[in-house]
């Protein structure tokens, strides 16, 4: 799902029929910060504990727990850690960029990173 963070968690609390004083109440968060939130105008949190506590309330299956913080990440202008983390992303995401900025990769610039991605499934 391509949707920011602020948009997807209030529709979860949304199909929760929770207003947002019921569910700040719950999981202990201030209504006004976290209308603030919701609204875009502040950053989504960045502590992972909160993230995976929101994530835990929703019930939400592992693929949509790494969206719903992968958008955190996104919404506050940032790559989700993982991927800094792993080796052969961050080495394929120069040319990532190139590509999405419409600079055409040469054929071995595209098979580096077809190479690269193949990388990332595959058993070590």
Do not use: Y
């Not at 999405?100 to 040469?106: C, D, E, K, P, V």
Request: with cysteine.
């Amino acid at each position: 799902m391509n949707t920011p963070f602020s948009n997807r968690i209030k529709e979860l609390r949304i199909e929760r029929r929770l207003t947002l004083r019921q569910f700040c109440e719950e999981l202990g968060l201030d209504p006004s910060n976290w209308s603030k939130v919701e609204r875009g105008i502040n950053p989504p949190p960045n502590d992972v504990s909160l993230l995976e506590k929101l994530a835990s309330f929703f019930g939400l299956n592992p693929d949509a727990r790494l969206s719903l913080m992968d958008s955190a990440a996104l919404q506050r202008g940032e790559l989700p850690k993982d991927i800094l983390e792993d080796e052969i992303l961050k080495n394929a995401l120069p040319a990532f960029f190139r590509a999405a900025r419409g600079h055409q990769l040469s054929e071995e610039e595209r098979q580096d990173l077809f190479q690269e991605v193949l990388k990332l499934n595959s058993p070590d």
